[in-house]
């Protein structure tokens, strides 16, 4: 069975500094992994996703991750975070061979972007 | 163009009444997927359907809870007997096709609170 770690439930970091948000992941099988984030009273809205390839993943809004197999890690980072980056964070996975992408998330890290 | 919509946003109700969910997926995607986000358990997924076909149910999480999609399109989630542990915020998702590496774009969810 696949799971999924988020190692921190609440982040708080300064505008404009850089941030890190934590994921490894637990599974026997090739998985695909996600990133998705969760605005106030809003639903899920994809970041970025690793498939295959480079390790390197950009995604919008200047997010980008890096999917490291050695670790089973896929961390999220930022350079230079704005207040409007205030949100919760999930980290999610779905194995390659399901057929359909049952996504299984962990338990988000909330980030807190103070002036 | 339009997003995933789900009705009602908000729904109280009591305990041992029968409610029902509905969710709009994105117009033409084939794959709809149904989550539950609570306190206790984070985001867990339900079931999924492609086409009008729900290949697998063993998400669901008692056989209080029954889902059906008719028409390729408009899902409803339904709850017989709602327990308080029922209470959660139900989210909706699809996909263009049936694939794991498909995005699934969100609806907002419905906030479902048993009293």
């Known amino acids: 069975a696949q799971s999924v770690t988020q190692l921190d439930s609440q982040v708080p970091v300064f505008e404009e500094a850089p941030v890190e948000l934590r994921c490894n992941y637990s599974?026997?099988?090739?998985?695909?992994l996600f990133w998705y984030v969760q605005y106030p009273n809003q639903g899920l809205q994809l970041l970025l996703k690793?498939?295959?390839?480079?390790?390197l993943v950009k995604g919008i809004n200047g997010f980008e991750a890096e999917f490291n197999k050695s670790q089973t890690s896929f961390h999220l980072r930022k350079p230079s975070v704005h207040i409007s980056d205030t949100a919760e964070y999930f980290c999610?996975?779905?194995?390659?061979?399901?057929?359909?992408?049952?996504?299984?998330f962990g338990q988000g890290t909330r980030l807190t972007i103070n002036p | 163009g339009a997003g995933v919509s789900q009705s009602p946003s908000n729904k109280v109700t009591e305990k041992g009444k029968d409610v029902e969910l509905r969710c709009d997926p994105i117009?033409?995607?084939?794959?709809l997927y149904w989550y539950r986000q609570s306190l206790g358990q984070g985001l867990e997924f339900l079931i999924y359907?492609?086409?009008?076909?729900?290949?697998?149910k063993s998400g669901l999480p008692s056989d209080r809870f029954s889902a059906e999609r008719t028409g390729g399109s408009v899902s409803t989630l339904t709850i017989q007997r709602t327990q308080q542990e029922d209470s959660a915020v139900y989210l909706c998702?699809?996909?263009?096709?049936?694939?794991?590496?498909?995005?699934?774009?969100f609806g907002p969810g419905t906030r479902l609170t048993v009293l």
């Open positions: 998702a699809s996909s263009l096709d049936f694939s794991s590496t498909d995005t699934q774009y």
């Open positions: 599974s026997s099988v090739s998985v695909y």
């Open positions: 690793y498939l295959s390839g480079s390790t």
């Open positions: 999610a996975v779905t194995e390659r061979a399901f057929g359909a992408q049952k996504l299984v």
């Open positions: 117009s033409g995607h084939t794959a």
């Open positions: 359907f492609q086409g009008n076909s729900a290949p697998d």
